[in-house]
């Protein structure tokens, strides 16, 4: 099972963080971030039951990005998808297709739940390399927050014994192919208004992905001198 770090992102309910706490308990989990928190109280000591202690390690921080740091992999829920193509920041893995996925990976996940009645806003999800759901009734398909976590974490639990993959690329190294992406857009003069959709669909495909190190070098280098080739007006050398 790869290193798992349960992120929740304004929690409302005291409750719910601790019955969080207790799932990971329950599937061998320790790491909990919270992002901006409500109170940690008697109420979410007593729905953590045994995983108290998950709750009194838990980390608080400002914003998701330091709430993610150090993680490989990033990937956001989410009650509320698409079906068509289009609309990138919510095409989803099923929860049960994402833990076979990652299954066999040692290095650190991040799994990041959203707020009780909002979910995770627009900017939030564009910063995940990827979109969990869990397949639910048509007619009322957002689950609790803390039964979500519990059914993810529970998918993880039951793949978590696959063999050893192939080292992946480190999440920074990511960012510089992002980065090195939207330079390609800008060389090649792609439409300005479509730039921003385009970036998030290239993140989204590189996390369905999981990029190794040797393919994350081979497509840093074909980006980096495609745009410099453009840039310059020269020939492939």
């Not at 709430?67 to 920041?89: H, M, P, Q, W």
């Not at 014994?161 to 330079?183: G, L, Q, T, V």
Request: hydrophobic letters at 40%.
């Amino acid at each position: 099972m790869p290193l798992v770090r349960i992120v929740l992102v304004g929690p409302k309910f005291g409750g719910n963080v601790g019955a969080v706490a207790r799932s990971m308990a329950n599937f061998d989990i320790e790491e909990l971030y919270l992002v901006d928190p409500c109170g940690i109280g008697d109420e979410a000591y007593r729905r953590a039951k045994h995983g108290s202690g998950v709750l009194d390690g838990a980390v608080s921080v400002n914003t998701l990005d330091e709430a993610v740091e150090g993680c490989f992999l990033v990937a956001g829920t989410s009650g509320i998808t698409t079906k068509g193509d289009r609309n990138y920041t919510r095409i989803p893995l099923p929860a049960r297709e994402f833990a076979q996925q990652v299954s066999g990976y040692s290095e650190k996940i991040a799994v990041v739940f959203g707020r009780e009645d909002t979910g995770l806003f627009q900017e939030e999800l564009n910063k995940c390399d990827l979109l969990i759901h869990i397949p639910a009734c048509e007619r009322y398909p957002v689950l609790n927050l803390s039964h979500a976590a519990a059914v993810i974490m529970y998918e993880l639990f039951q793949h978590g014994n696959s063999a050893r993959r192939p080292e992946p690329a480190e999440r920074k190294e990511k960012e510089y192919m992002f980065s090195f992406f939207d330079d390609l857009m800008e060389a090649i003069d792609y439409p300005e208004h479509r730039r921003a959709d385009t970036s998030v669909m290239f993140r989204r495909m590189m996390g369905r992905s999981i990029p190794t190190k040797y393919e994350y070098n081979t497509i840093m280098g074909i980006l980096g001198d495609a745009s410099k080739i453009i840039k310059n007006g020269k020939k492939w050398e």
